[in-house]
C-alpha cells in the first residue's frame, strides 16, 4: 500500500498526464476551448477544468473519450 505522499503524487501526476492528453487532443482537431464545448455538448467551464487537471466528473471524461472516438482507460499498477 502507498503512503499519502506517494498516493498525492500519483494522483497529481494522472490528472496532469490527463490534462495535458485532453488539451493536446483539442489541439490536433484545431479547437478552440468554445469550439469543442459546442461541440461536445460539454459545459466550456468543464472543459477549462478538465485542462487544468480539476477531474470531479467521471461522466464528462466518458463524454470526451466518446468524442474522440477513444476509450477510457484506467489502470492499477
Given at each position: 500500500m502507498q503512503d499519502k505522499k506517494t498516493f498525492k503524487k500519483n494522483q497529481l501526476e494522472t490528472r496532469y498526464n490527463f490534462a495535458r492528453q485532453l488539451r493536446l487532443l483539442r489541439e490536433e482537431?484545431?479547437?478552440?476551448?468554445?469550439?469543442?464545448?459546442?461541440?461536445?455538448?460539454?459545459?466550456?467551464k468543464h472543459i477549462w477544468e478538465l485542462e487544468l487537471g480539476k477531474i470531479e466528473n467521471f461522466g464528462a471524461i466518458f463524454a470526451l473519450a466518446q468524442f474522440f472516438d477513444k476509450k477510457v482507460k484506467i489502470e492499477f499498477y
Open positions: 482537431k484545431g479547437l478552440s476551448v468554445k469550439e469543442f464545448a459546442q461541440a461536445s455538448n460539454i459545459f466550456e
